[in-house]
């Protein structure tokens, strides 16, 4: 591929690349990204579905790359766990998140996405131990978002890390429901607060698909009876909205709420403040 400036490889000629060349060479931009604070969060909305008002925020990582643009986390994730630094990254996120909370005025929750490399390793629990500590935050406003990948491999010690978390006081919250091999064991024995239906029901269901729209409704039901939160992912329309308020979600998230984004200046006094002064 063309040399020129450190970082401009791969990009323009990816099939010139292997795909592992092309990943060594992202994975070192990943580290200066670290190391230069060139790793942000936005935070998305989820809003209570019979109010409106914001009950949680979900915290999402971005990354702006110097040549490439805003890359997909569900791109540089698996970049980031191959080069052994999901531990790093994510007790930045952790701390981040939660010393953010403590800025807002309206008390909302902080919701985290916790990969399944990272709740395997060593040090998860003492990093959000470490955060809450730190930062004063209520474990009860923080938020663990897990998927059903979890549990691929060994069950029992997943279920133990899961329980060690939620002895701390924060909530556990299953991604993603339903677009996976859900098996359905998992919602009772891992004791989850809340499940989040993936956005391909919410669009199915929306669209006239039966089974979609099936699916949904044991889902629902099945939440209500273990006393499960469930929040609906990806709304992206005032009808997706109403059908999934008519059918009992509890919570929803989605573009039409709003889309993730540096958090609001009037949630928080102090840039209020800094912002008239610049005015
Ligand atoms: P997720 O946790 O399921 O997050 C929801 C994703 O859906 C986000 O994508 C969000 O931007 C997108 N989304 C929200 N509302 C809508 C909508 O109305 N329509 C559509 N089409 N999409 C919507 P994003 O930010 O690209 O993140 C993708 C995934 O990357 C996340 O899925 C999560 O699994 C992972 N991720 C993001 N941040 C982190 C992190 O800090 N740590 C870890 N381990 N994973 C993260
Ligand atoms: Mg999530
Ligand atoms: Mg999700
Ligand atoms: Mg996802």
Same mark, same amino acid.
């Given at each position: 591929?063309?040399?020129?400036?450190?970082?401009?490889?791969?990009?323009?000629?990816? @099939?010139?690349?292997?795909?592992?060349?092309?990943?060594?060479?992202?994975?070192?931009?990943?580290?200066?990204?670290?190391?230069?604070?060139?790793?942000?969060?936005?935070?998305? =909305?989820?809003?209570?579905? @019979?109010?409106?008002?914001?009950?949680?925020?979900?915290?999402?990582?971005?990354?702006?790359?110097?040549?490439?643009?805003?890359?997909?986390?569900? @791109?540089?994730? =698996?970049?980031?766990?191959?080069?052994?630094?999901?531990?790093?990254?994510?007790?930045?996120?952790?701390?981040?998140?939660?010393?953010?909370?403590?800025?807002?005025?309206?008390?909302?929750?902080?919701a985290v996405n916790i990969s399944a490399a990272q709740l395997s390793g060593e040090g998860l629990e003492q990093t959000v131990i470490d955060a809450l500590a730190r930062t004063g935050l209520d474990p009860e406003r923080l938020e663990l978002e897990v998927t059903e990948t979890i549990f691929i491999g060994d069950e029992s010690e997943t279920l133990d890390s899961l329980e060690r978390l939620r002895a701390l006081g924060v909530k556990l919250v299953l991604d993603d429901f339903g677009k996976g091999y859900s098996s359905l064991g998992y919602l009772s024995r891992a004791h989850f607060s809340k499940i989040k239906i993936d956005r391909s029901f919410v669009r199915g269901a929306a669209e006239g698909q039966r089974d979609c729209l099936a699916i949904l409704r044991a889902i629902l039901a099945l939440a209500d009876g273990l006393e499960v939160i469930t929040t609906a992912e990806g709304v992206e329309s005032e009808r997706e909205a109403a059908l999934l308020s008519s059918l009992g979600v509890e919570q929803m998230q989605g573009f039409y709420f709003g889309r993730p984004e540096a958090i609001e200046a009037d949630l928080i006094p102090e840039r209020r403040l800094a912002q008239r002064q610049d005015a």
């Amino acid at each position: 591929a063309k040399k020129g400036g450190r970082g401009d490889y791969a990009f323009f000629e990816p @099939r010139l690349l292997e795909a592992a060349e092309h990943n060594r060479l992202l994975e070192n931009d990943v580290r200066e990204a670290l190391a230069t604070n060139k790793m942000t969060l936005a935070y998305q =909305p989820i809003v209570d579905a @019979r109010t409106k008002h914001t009950v949680c925020r979900e915290a999402l990582l971005r990354w702006d790359h110097h040549i490439r643009g805003a890359i997909s986390p569900e @791109r540089f994730i =698996p970049i980031i766990e191959d080069a052994g630094l999901i531990h790093q990254i994510g007790s930045w996120v952790i701390r981040e998140a939660c010393s953010e909370a403590m800025r807002w005025q309206d008390g909302a929750a902080v919701a985290v996405n916790i990969s399944a490399a990272q709740l395997s390793g060593e040090g998860l629990e003492q990093t959000v131990i470490d955060a809450l500590a730190r930062t004063g935050l209520d474990p009860e406003r923080l938020e663990l978002e897990v998927t059903e990948t979890i549990f691929i491999g060994d069950e029992s010690e997943t279920l133990d890390s899961l329980e060690r978390l939620r002895a701390l006081g924060v909530k556990l919250v299953l991604d993603d429901f339903g677009k996976g091999y859900s098996s359905l064991g998992y919602l009772s024995r891992a004791h989850f607060s809340k499940i989040k239906i993936d956005r391909s029901f919410v669009r199915g269901a929306a669209e006239g698909q039966r089974d979609c729209l099936a699916i949904l409704r044991a889902i629902l039901a099945l939440a209500d009876g273990l006393e499960v939160i469930t929040t609906a992912e990806g709304v992206e329309s005032e009808r997706e909205a109403a059908l999934l308020s008519s059918l009992g979600v509890e919570q929803m998230q989605g573009f039409y709420f709003g889309r993730p984004e540096a958090i609001e200046a009037d949630l928080i006094p102090e840039r209020r403040l800094a912002q008239r002064q610049d005015a």
